[in-house]
């Protein structure tokens, strides 16, 4: 009887540990700039289709909904996420859009 109600905990247990609600939430990378999109050129490093500068940092950009190439030297509002794993090979980090505004 001790070894099943052991069971049993255990299994909740790994459940809840397990569930997304408890994982950290990616949301939590959400960011806002108002900027003018760049198309990325040649670059050292292989990601983003497009870039963007603020004062004191370079934002590689990739967007699986918006097409960015309509946004190219316009000034935007753009929010997006940190995509993890970025940056890579010396290059910048990346953001994936999910919504832009022109100003």
């Keep these: 009887m001790k070894k099943a109600i052991v069971l049993v905990l255990s299994i909740f247990v790994a459940g809840i540990s397990s569930c997304s609600s408890v994982k950290n939430n ?17 670059t050292s490093f292989q990601y983003g289709s497009h870039k963007i500068k603020t004062a004191d940092m370079t ?4 967007s699986a909904k ?10 935007v509002t753009l929010k997006g996420t940190k995509v993890s794993g970025y940056p890579m090979e010396g290059g910048p980090e990346l953001i994936e859009v999910v919504e832009i505004s022109v100003e």
């Design 59 to 62: 934002y590689a950009l990739r």
């Design 66 to 75: 918006i097409p960015l190439s309509d946004y190219t030297d316009k000034q």
């Design 26 to 42: 990616p949301d939590t990378n959400l960011i806002t700039l108002r900027v003018t999109v760049e198309e990325m050129g040649m």
